[in-house]
């Protein structure tokens, strides 16, 4: 049984005309791994995500997927994978459970087979007394959970989900994570694309974070947050105070300080001391919050903005 990375990337490069969307990148992902790719739209995530689907080839550098070249074994490896998209590419007018065994014959696999793997990932995905209802009735969670169970007809080795919650209520995102929890535990390897912190920290055991079609930072989540922030943050509002006077006058109390449009950001590792130590100083602020760092303070001081820019 290979034991080696599931996927290999090396220098990886993709060139459209004179733009560069992807510059450079080098990762590996283990079997069984649940990876991801955290940054924000235009970040090379997408891009990365086509040439690792091998639906698109790099421009330079190499690239093996299940121990194959995807400039030469393309058929054979998207065969093995499972893909998400961002955008839902569902058939609205045939049913569910049609959606999923169209999808299967694609793969050749037998009817028998195939209406078998519909019942169990209907099932799977909480969409069973669904299954007759044509797909354009469907909520925009249910969609999302149609387009995993499609992706896992073939019972692939490797899942790759771009975006896989964008657009979906809380509660929505929560069955689907708690889903993918799932997969993860039966041995599908996930490769996960997202501009959501809390959803590359609650789903990746290691991820990736790309800006301008590099990677500027790769480990587990809780390990990125150690090296590049403090423990605590504490968000201030000020008002229409001057944000220049501010800043210096905030500056002794924060080991790093953010001054975003709103509000500013102090990084430190006590938030309620800090904050006494403020008030005791006459600096009250209109509206004030701790909170734990994150990945998106992780981002900011990488890359100089936020997430959602």
């Known amino acids: 049984m290979n034991t080696g990375p599931i996927l290999q990337a090396q220098d990886l490069v993709k060139r459209f005309r004179e733009l560069t969307a992807v510059n450079g990148v080098s990762f590996a992902v283990d079997r069984g791994e649940s990876f991801g790719f ?6 090379g995530k997408t891009s990365t995500m086509r040439m690792i689907s091998a639906v698109s080839q790099p421009t330079s550098g190499s690239l093996t997927i299940l121990g194959l ?6 058929p054979e490896i998207r065969g093995r994978l499972g893909v998400v998209p961002q955008e839902d590419t569902l058939e609205l007018e045939l049913t569910v459970r049609q959606n999923l065994e169209m999808f299967a014959r694609y793969f050749d696999i037998p009817r028998a087979v195939l209406r078998e793997r519909a019942t169990e990932l209907l ?3 909480q969409l069973t007394e669904r299954g007759n209802d044509k797909v354009d009735d469907l909520s925009g969670g249910m969609k999302r959970r149609l387009t995993i169970a499609r992706a896992l007809m073939n019972r692939p080795e490797l899942l790759i989900l771009d975006e896989p919650t964008t657009g979906l209520d809380p509660q929505a ?15 599908v390897t996930l490769i996960i694309t997202t501009h959501y912190m809390d959803e590359a920290e609650q789903l990746c055991d ?10 500027v930072a ?21 008002g229409l105070d001057s944000h220049e006077e501010l800043h210096g006058r905030l500056a002794p109390f924060a080991q790093r ?41 992780v981002f900011l001081r990488l890359t100089g903005r936020t997430l959602v820019d």
């Open 257 to 297: 300080i953010e001054a975003l449009p709103d509000r500013f950001l102090l990084y430190v590792d006590g938030g309620d001391d800090t904050l006494k130590e403020l008030h005791a100083a006459g600096i009250v602020p209109t509206s004030a919050l701790v909170r734990r760092s994150s990945l998106e303070d």
């Open 123 to 125: 099932e799977f995905t």
């Open 173 to 187: 995102r929560h069955l689907l994570w708690e889903r993918l929890y799932r997969l993860k535990r039966e041995g």
């Open 206 to 215: 290691r991820l990736v974070v790309m800006d301008h079609g590099a990677i």
């Open 218 to 238: 790769e480990g587990p989540p809780r390990d990125l947050i150690a090296r590049h922030s403090t423990r605590e943050v504490v968000e201030l509002r000020f």
């Open 38 to 43: 955290l940054g924000p739209n235009g970040a």
């Open 69 to 74: 070249d995807p400039r030469t074994h393309g």
